[in-house]
């Protein structure tokens, strides 16, 4: 099993920053991409970033500028840079990883697997 595990949620002020961090733990031969994604209420889920192995990135036009993507391949985990927060930031953000499970030992791959977090909420007052 593969389980992600999301931190640094939290409070901010508008202008402010933040610094969420998910970690990949369980039986993993190797994660493609990482990424993150957000849910405000009201609206549909979406990506706000995503890093592949080799460490291209994307990201939404709406955090372009402000947000910075980072991966630890030998760790597992993903970090998301947030600065110059805004109301609109606000949301339960998820971490999301392109996964393959090992197989029968560490250098064998299993089959893929797409694994979420449990979310971990952003707050921006302003």
């Known amino acids: 099993q593969v389980t992600l595990v999301e931190s640094g949620g939290g409070l901010v002020q508008a202008g402010g920053s933040l610094r969420l961090s998910c970690a990949a733990s369980g039986s993993i031969f190797s994660i493609n991409v990482m990424g993150w994604y957000r849910q405000a209420p009201g609206k549909q889920r979406e990506l706000v970033a995503d890093i592949t192995r080799g460490g291209a990135s994307n990201y939404a036009d709406s955090v372009k500028g402000r947000f910075t993507i980072s991966r630890d391949n030998t760790k597992h985990t993903v970090y998301l840079q947030m600065n110059d927060l805004k109301p609109e930031d606000t949301a339960l953000y998820y971490c999301?990883?392109?996964?393959?499970?090992?197989?029968?030992?560490?250098?064998?791959?299993?089959?893929?697997?797409?694994?979420w977090g449990q979310g971990t909420p952003v707050t921006v007052s302003s």
């Open positions: 999301h990883a392109d996964a393959y499970t090992r197989g029968t030992s560490r250098y064998v791959p299993g089959g893929a697997f797409d694994a």
